[in-house]
């Protein structure tokens, strides 16, 4: 429209990048506000290390006039936060990456590749304000003029923000995102850097979550009101979001002394008639898995978050794998059924989190959700859930005397009772036990309960929930993924564009649809894409299909794919 | 309420004939009964062991749970449900050793339930190794040489986490131990009780005359509220003289965990009778 | 020959039942010792309850002339030392099992079944010796006497066995045995129930020991010098067993307070240079996985010995069962090598044991033994081990200045070095790390440190045991089978007597040998034979073979399989 | 010897500026300089917190296990290899929370180890929820109302367990905490030193300041050998007037762990050293 440089763009990635406590972090959170305020479609992801000063962090924030969920390598604007900013982000600049900058940041070099570089002296600016802590905000104002924000919204919106502090604190602030405005206003008009994006008017309406957001809506949906969990990242933000709200949910939220607690408790708590979750990660749920196992011997209802990040043994904390699929499938000693899910993106993460607790507690199992350091980090906006779409189902019953907690029934499910409710008593055995619930040494009676338990296995594979086949039903190359990867293999299908390739994902992966054979048998060749290295979800695949993958796309660099990427695995595969 | 209200019939008990573990569901199904606990309102929860088989074997609801890990299972239980009767039971194995996390954390939460240990300084079930209690010099097929560890002194160790009460009885007087009992599961708070009781089977020197020879009551003026005296007598072990038993510590001034959160603040049902508050999800979730 | 009702036979089975505390053990221990003195291969099983006092247990002694390693359902000879007894083992009893009771536990139903049935008042006989506990020193005596032992034998052995006791203690038992020799003996002249057995003159260079006595002489063998371990049945013998020799041996054994710590202790030993195994069962395995990951990241050695017993949960405490070995394959969060022994019969428990510590120290891996409750509680006679066949392999360096624990090789292991012994400083890390071993989050060289760590698992796979293939190399059915119960299918396939039917049998359950399908391709049939309810085993060859098993033989009461339970199925399978 | 003998060089420290852990790493190194511990000699031990990355920035033998690992991996280095300096250290949360029943336990063994706490009342590394040792009323993330538990008393436990040294310091006091860790390197047997520390990104109530304030030294003539003066003294909290600082309790009639063990008893070479007694194995194997 040769209106700027830039002109109408429909999707800008903005990163911001710098060290710990330099507060990138801050500025996502305005930014994917400000945004989403002025009607923008806006993904937001992180990388950090595992620190909490120093080092080098970075947050990619993605700006569209249509619904982006996926990270890219590709970096439209660049704001360095801190020295070392710039050479972190490296690799994933281009001779189009717009760079706003303190001038000693920008040496011949980066001058060089990056063209489209500016000046500009945040920290003397926060420091006229009153503090060089401002810089990051100034940031948000020569961010928000770059993309034509309405500098009402932005004032108003940073007055909001930091309304409960001292007046002198909110002034500050406001200053400097009208300085930042100012400022990013020049710029564009010296150097035609807008970027003119069209809003859409259903973002209004939207949410924006992150991924353990979604997942915590989702927990209060599904009737949650006690969670047991030690901190362990990325899990810890479970245990932070429902203690934020414990008190307008009546939710029982407590800090256990270690995860075998986290588990124990969580067992205790559902055998007394509560909804529970225990929320870990890798490490932590290695610690849990007798407890899952116990579950499984009591029939106990038990929902586990975990939270995947990149192993073995502490491994790098803060990163982002999905390793633990084997370790979320076979965990625990002995056999008994269990169901996993792994959503991929918010709605999923929301309906999953919610049906766990009613699948748990009809039949009786242990159900896990998956996710990764990636997702639960994430922002992405969302049409708002719909809770009353979701019941609280009990599957409990009133008892009377004879109630025996271990009935053998037709289908294997035997009628919860709940201690204090009704005239029965609840006996619930680790042992193996007798219809009653008490220890036996029977074995005929053993077998029988053997049976039992694993024919609820059996109902699970009933209740599936089937993956997601998309964009066409005729393919020749299917591409399987699971968990947090969908929205990036959505869009890097969209931008392969070959209407012969398509994607399955799994949203639950165990147990897997009965059927899945059938469909896999339609492609000639499939791909199996997983953030680990050495494929765990295609051998699941296999076992259940006798089907094995041809080829692999797996990462395990502790970073998440990203569109690119996958892209170009591809073009190298199939191109 | 008699105490037969609590028998479970005909059942094939595994304990040892001439076991404490006998005297112990005897005294406790007599302390409920004078308690007029009802066993639909009772939960007990233990772990694995000869001690753990107790619920088993006593009329009321049972959470009989993994070995050492009945205490944060009967915390949840209480705190999802604080008008249960909550008994956490089990043996000295599975509380001190296996447990002893718990046991240390639990006491810190103040739940309100009571902490019965049976304290045999041996591990039965598992045929005779040393428990954390075990004394110095006990030889088992392990400590082959005698046990070279510190003795786990879990009085002295409730005390100086402040448990808000905490006693030690010896199984050999019943009536002492029943007194007991009901002032632990009236007690409102976390109760300890450390039941010093001998094993036939596996501890042939801490027998039942060896506890009636090196344990006796606390002085008839004693204060349990004093938290140093406590620790004066807690330290008294038989290798330097009788173990005191009796209430050894109480400490009043505790609030039981469930009356610190704010969940039962103005609701006190228990979480099972509770709903879903849609019309605060709808609104919290369009808060995002 | 006709010198007798039952004449010279080649292998009789005499069972003893009683309640726990009624010395069946006792007998048992005994009964062992006397017949292999007596020159007969003797082969002899427990099930037990978990229990100190009371319920029901029983023990199979086989006695032949030719070498027997497995467990029959058929009762030879079955001594009740109980009112119980009879009824326990019920459906083991033919026609032609000979039964010595007590007159008041022989009603008319158990004549009516078993007609070869006599009254031994073995309690008054015990009593008017001294004490009725003697009734099981009765019962040894009578069935010396049936199998023709000489009386000096017995005599002998029964005063070396109580040599430390007091002298009437030795006196009476004395007496009990030649007593019940007496009484065995008329028996014997009035109803012809001798057993003639050929002694084997083989028998006399072996020796007897129950699986985990072989285990633990293994251990030693390989060097073993630290045990951490908190007791749990059935892995407890290797902590008695080691701790019963630690002073000669010197080994720090060490109960520790919980699994966790046992595990930790283990990995902190071959740290500073010991050889270390942790010992446990199920559940104390499932809260190991934690540590067994940590060894996986900082290529630590690490050996544990895995004693299985029916799960979920607590399960059946005292039964045996193959259910964990999904959870040893996939134990640990993140990805890591490791390799899963799971012994036959003794000598491949002592071989394979000591394995273990030179295949953990060569290639810095955790490395498990499977046993099961059958296995270690079982008594077998084998030639003498021969300790000297297995070098002890320390696989660690003298350290320089510069030395990096992990360093980056071209076979991806490094040097291991030991504090203490060098220049050079010895770095450790759970944290994904650098070759000096200090924390990291440089992901290039994570994914190199990932792509060092598993290719350690190709070394393992050349270094693979090979499957046993028995009796022939040419089959039409091919059964598999892990662990224990070799002895049971070489027994079985023999009875079953077909020649085109074959075994193979893996003591290495993982990983598996690279040409495994070769060898299953030659078989029309597939079975696998598995002590659990979901054929782990089989979708473990599935997923390396691509070839899935036809037939399943699957048991999971708490039982053993037994000779006769097998061949029933062939026959049923492809009779 | 000279404390740079420790120094890294040029490394990436990543606690955050004004942290009190660099105080400790300072102390440490000239603690260890002026004992004269060798690095090569010298094997720290610890968990996963910012604490436990200690042995990181320090030039000598490390085990950086698992979170609340540290202490049965200690203990098993110490006893595989009794001539190594074995210092256990890791933060409050690693050693009290998810270690705690390595902490009692390891107590009771007492190997012949240091045991070093950075105990500044958080979590630091996972942003700021409450350790065993926050104070009450201490709000966080998770404690959204404040801490409601009973906070965790070291030294008091470690006193009940009757741990062979234990102490306490402020790290605001460097000579004094140098002092302290010098005496607890050269006792032989398990040592506890409990460290107040500021964590100035998440701490925010316990500040150098607030610790300055409400510690004091115990009393010049105070007695360290009575087991009751010192659980007098540790149950002084900031709860009721100031935490006294210094060595509370030492116990020194206590053998290390490996002087009891028959492995160490004729040969005091480490295992790795050994070899197997072929001819005694040949033995036993024909003994069966
Ligand atoms: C995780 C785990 N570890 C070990 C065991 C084995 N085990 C069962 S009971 C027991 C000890 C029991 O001792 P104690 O608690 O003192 O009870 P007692 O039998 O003496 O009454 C052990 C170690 C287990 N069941 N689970
Ligand atoms: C099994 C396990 N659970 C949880 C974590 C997460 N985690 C890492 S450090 C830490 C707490 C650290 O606190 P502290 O020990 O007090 O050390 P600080 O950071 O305060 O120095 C936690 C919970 C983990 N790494 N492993
Ligand atoms: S083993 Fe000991 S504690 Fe257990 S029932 Fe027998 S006598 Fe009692
Ligand atoms: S988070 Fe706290 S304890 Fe950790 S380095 Fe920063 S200031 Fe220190
Ligand atoms: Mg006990
Ligand atoms: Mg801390």
């Known amino acids: 429209m040769g209106k700027s440089f830039s002109g109408i763009r429909k999707d800008v990635s903005v990163v911001l990048c710098g060290s710990a406590g330099m507060g990138v972090q801050t500025v996502e959170r305005l930014l994917v506000r400000i945004f989403k305020q002025a009607g923008y479609h806006v993904f937001a992801t992180k990388e950090y290390m595992s620190r909490v000063r120093g080092g080098m962090n970075s947050v990619t924030i993605r700006v569209s006039s249509k619904p982006v969920q996926a990270e890219v390598d590709r970096i439209d604007v660049l704001i360095p936060l801190d020295k070392g900013a710039i050479e972190h982000v490296q690799r994933r600049l281009t001779g189009g990456t717009l760079i706003l900058a303190e001038p000693d940041y920008l040496n011949d070099a980066v001058k060089e590749k990056c063209p489209r570089c500016m000046e500009v002296a945040f920290t003397e600016i926060a420091k006229a304000i009153g503090n060089k802590l401002y810089s990051n905000v100034v940031a948000v104002g020569v961010v928000g003029a770059i993309f034509g924000i309405n500098p009402d919204l932005l004032t108003d919106f940073i007055r909001k923000r930091f309304s409960g502090k001292e007046q002198n604190v909110i002034d500050e602030n406001v200053a400097a995102v009208e300085k930042g405005y100012e400022i990013g206003n020049e710029l564009c008009e010296q150097h035609q850097i807008r970027m003119a994006i069209e809003p859409d008017s259903l973002v209004n309406d939207q949410i924006l979550v992150n991924g353990v957001e979604a997942v915590g809506l989702g927990a209060i949906a599904g009737g949650c009101n006690f969670i047991g969990a030690y901190p362990m990242s990325p899990s810890t933000g479970l245990l932070t979001f429902l203690a934020k709200h414990a008190r307008e949910f009546g939710i029982v939220v407590e800090q256990a002394e270690d995860e075998i607690a986290g588990v124990n408790m969580a067992i205790g708590a559902w055998y007394a008639g509560a909804r529970a979750v225990a929320s870990t990660s890798g490490g932590g749920f290695a610690l849990m898995t007798e407890g899952v196992s116990l579950a499984g011997m009591m029939e106990s209802p038990l929902v586990v978050h975990l939270a995947q990040r990149p192993g073995p043994a502490t491994g790098l904390p803060t990163r982002t794998g999905q390793e633990d699929l084997n370790l979320a499938l076979y965990a625990g000693h002995g056999e008994f059924p269990r169901a996993i899910f792994a959503p991929g993106n918010p709605q999923q993460a929301f309906d999953l989190t919610a049906r766990a607790f009613n699948l748990a507690a009809q039949y009786q199992v242990p159900v896990f959700i998956l996710t990764d350091q990636y997702f639960v980090d994430t922002y992405y906006n969302t049409p708002p859930f719909d809770a009353s779409a979701v019941k609280v189902e009990h599957h409990f019953v009133e008892t009377g005397q004879a109630y025996r907690r271990f009935e053998i029934t037709e289908n294997g499910i035997s009628p919860r009772g709940i201690p204090g409710y009704g005239k029965g008593l609840v006996v619930a055995d680790s042992d193996e036990h007798d219809e009653a619930g008490h220890i036996t040494e029977d074995l005929d009676l053993r077998v029988r309960m053997v049976d039992k338990r694993l024919s609820k296995g059996r109902l699970l594979e009933e209740a599936v929930i089937e993956p997601t086949l998309w964009p066409n039903e005729d393919f020749k190359t299917l591409v399987l993924c699971w968990g947090s990867t969908l929205p990036i293999m959505q869009e890097a299908i969209a931008v392969f564009g070959r209407d012969d390739v398509s994607l399955l994902h799994f949203a639950q992966v165990f147990p897997l649809p009965i059927d899945l054979r059938q469909t896999l048998e339609q492609a000639e060749t499939i791909i199996c894409l997983e953030g680990n290295a050495t494929g765990q979800f295609a051998d699941l695949v296999e076992l259940h299909t006798g089907i094995s993958v041809d080829e692999f796309l797996l990462k395990y660099n502790g970073l998440n794919f990203t569109v690119e990427d996958v892209v170009a695995s591809l073009e190298k595969m199939i191109g | ?288």
Chains 1, 3 share one sequence.
Request: charged share 20%; net charge neutral.
């Open chain 2, 1 to 288: 309420m008699d105490a037969k209200h609590y028998d479970m019939g005909e059942i094939d008990i595994a304990w040892c004939p001439g076991c404490g573990d006998f005297s112990i569901l005897k005294v406790l199904k007599e302390a409920l009964a004078e308690l007029d606990v009802a066993p639909e309102n009772l939960v007990m929860v233990s772990g694995i062991g000869q001690a753990a088989k107790i619920p088993h074997y006593l009329r009321c609801n049972v959470f009989n749970g993994l070995h050492g890990r009945s205490l944060p299972a009967a915390f949840a239980i209480q705190s999802s449900n604080p008008n249960l009767t909550v008994i956490a039971e089990s043996g000295d194995g599975d509380m001190y050793g296996e447990g002893g996390n718990h046991f240390i954390h639990n006491i810190r939460r103040n739940p309100n339930m009571t902490n019965l240990v049976h304290n045999n300084m041996v591990y039965g079930l598992t045929k005779g190794q040393a428990s954390p209690t075990s004394q110095r010099g006990f030889k088992t097929p392990v400590q082959v040489d005698g046990v070279l560890l510190e003795p786990f002194n879990p009085v002295a160790v409730a005390i100086a986490l402040d448990a808000s009460f905490v006693a030690r009885v010896f199984i050999g007087d019943r009536e002492h131990t029943k007194d007991v009992f009901k002032q632990a599961i009236t007690h409102k708070g976390y109760a300890l009780v450390d039941i010093l009781q001998p094993c036939v089977s596996f501890n042939k020197v801490n027998t039942f005359q060896w506890f009636k020879d090196n344990t006796e009551k606390l002085p008839p003026d004693y204060d349990p509220t004093s938290r140093q005296q406590a620790f004066a007598q807690a330290c008294r072990t038989c290798e330097d003289g009788k173990m005191p038993v009796g209430i050894f510590y109480t400490n009043l001034n505790k609030k039981p965990y469930h009356e610190n959160i704010p969940v039962y603040q103005t609701d006190s049902s228990p979480l099972w009778q509770r709903y879903r508050n849609d019309n605060k999800l709808k609104e919290l979730i369009e808060r995002f």
